[in-house]
């Protein structure tokens, strides 16, 4: 009984001389992330892997895609979150050298949901669920890899053809690219 009243009093203390305790403050970022995690729903190809489970702020995500140009390939990409979640949209880049029209060979990823279309009313999952819709349908109309979208255009079998060459390690116009076929 004592104890609860020492602890009491020095909880009035603090709030009276405006201090807390900032060990026990949950920033707003982690609270959110902590439940878009939480309500992840995810197919059985899209994989999360966290190297430091207490860092929620920093993982990859492996992704399988089932339909599509990409069936067959494993690709990897980074997830950054920053600590102004869910005001800024979260940061992601493929780890590997990939032919997508939406996608350039540096890794950036051009989907609307992560510029200009972003909103705090989206969570992880739509984001997550929207790259995966990236390789079932890749976007020739926003590219990063103008190249790559131009031939899409063009010739949706030549894109065939240069998707699966290219995930084997082979080269398209003179670039080459990573083996994600595992």
Not at 3 to 21: H, P, V, Y
Not at 33 to 58: C, M, N
Not at 160 to 165: F, G, P, Q, S
Request: proline share 7%; glycine share 4%.
């Amino acid at each position: 009984m004592l104890k609860i009243r020492q602890l009491q009093k020095q909880r009035q203390e603090q709030a009276a001389s405006g201090a807390s305790d900032a060990a026990t403050k949950v920033p707003a970022a982690q609270l959110r992330l902590q439940k878009d995690i939480t309500e992840l729903d995810l197919p059985p190809s899209i994989a999360t892997e966290f190297a430091d489970p207490s860092d929620l702020f920093h993982f990859k995500l492996h992704l399988k895609p089932q339909q599509g140009y990409y069936v067959g390939g494993t690709f990897d990409f980074s997830v950054e979150i920053s600590q102004n979640f869910p005001i800024e949209a979260p940061k992601i880049k493929c780890l590997n050298r990939i032919y997508h029209p939406n996608i350039d060979i540096d890794g950036n990823v051009c989907l609307n949901i992560l510029r200009n279309e972003w909103s705090p009313a989206l969570n992880l999952n739509s984001v997550i669920i929207g790259l995966n819709f990236l390789f079932s349908e890749p976007n020739p109309n926003d590219p990063l890899n103008k190249d790559a979208a131009n031939v899409l255009v063009r010739s949706q079998k030549r894109f065939a053809e240069n998707v699966l060459y290219s995930m084997r390690g082979g080269s398209v116009d003179k670039i080459y690219y990573d083996n994600v076929i595992h």
